[in-house]
């Protein structure tokens, strides 16, 4: 059973011992179907969502972000960070423990207050958004952040499609509002389509890369398109 990695300031610590080896099982299903349980059990044996629970982060992904700043050093003293899709929370958390100077999520969905984050409900695509976003931050972006990922539909080729198609809004989002040298990060599915958008990302940055971070399942085809050092749009 994989632990979470001890991490840097605002990093997780490993969940208390006494738990290896054992997992919960559940009697009865109930009402809910065979996916509804296989997710719950999932969730009851996941070290990350107990570890997330204990130390108060929002959601499991918060692990994803700080084992990602770890390897990446993402998040300074001063950065200026705004979290795409931001609810329930965890990466505009993880933003704010690490020091960012300013961190603003957005969502359209409506996110519980997390002391010195400043959180919007609206559409990161409308056309006033850069500008209402620049406002809260003081100036333009250090770092642009994207964990969104749509509803799946079970059918790998239309997710991979969907997915691909918010990191492009949130990349061309990011070309709009990022300082010189400033950083983006976004979720992506493994499936071949991504070259186009990647290749617009090189253009863009000096350094773009592809990692998946040990909080991702490993049965998972996420992956995080990491790309530093912002040149201009392309």
């Known amino acids: 059973m994989t632990k979470p990695p001890s991490g840097r300031s605002g990093g997780p610590k490993r969940p208390a011992g006494g738990s290896r080896g054992l997992s919960v099982q559940l009697r009865t299903a109930g009402k809910r179907s065979a996916s509804s349980q296989r997710w719950l059990a999932r969730q009851l044996n996941d070290p990350y969502v107990a570890a997330a629970r204990q130390q108060g982060w929002r959601s499991r992904a918060a692990f994803k972000l700080i084992e990602l700043d770890d390897k990446f050093h993402l998040i300074r003293k001063g950065t200026r960070v705004i979290d795409l899709g931001a609810a329930p929370g965890g990466w505009t958390q993880v933003a704010v423990r690490r020091g960012a100077g300013a961190v603003v999520g957005v969502d359209l969905?409506?996110?519980?207050?997390?002391?010195?984050?400043?959180?919007?409900?609206?559409?990161?695509?409308?056309?006033?958004?850069?500008?209402?976003?620049?406002?809260?931050?003081?100036?333009?972006?250090?770092?642009?952040?994207?964990?969104?990922?749509?509803?799946?539909?079970?059918?790998?080729?239309?997710?991979?499609?969907?997915?691909?198609?918010?990191?492009?809004?949130?990349?061309?989002?990011?070309?709009?509002?990022?300082?010189?040298?400033?950083?983006?990060?976004?979720?992506?599915?493994?499936?071949?389509?991504?070259?186009?958008?990647?290749?617009?990302?090189?253009?863009?940055?000096?350094?773009?890369?592809?990692?998946?971070?040990p909080a991702s399942r490993k049965e998972s085809s996420e992956l995080y398109v990491v790309a530093t050092g912002f040149r201009g749009r392309p």
């Open 109 to 213: 969905l409506p996110i519980d207050p997390i002391p010195g984050a400043t959180l919007l409900q609206g559409d990161f695509t409308d056309p006033a958004m850069p500008e209402t976003l620049a406002t809260a931050l003081g100036g333009k972006a250090d770092l642009v952040l994207s964990d969104m990922a749509p509803n799946t539909s079970g059918h790998a080729a239309t997710d991979h499609l969907r997915i691909m198609a918010l990191a492009d809004m949130a990349a061309e989002f990011a070309f709009d509002v990022l300082a010189e040298g400033g950083g983006f990060v976004a979720k992506v599915f493994q499936g071949g389509s991504e070259k186009q958008m990647l290749d617009r990302l090189k253009r863009a940055f000096t350094t773009v890369r592809h990692a998946k971070p």
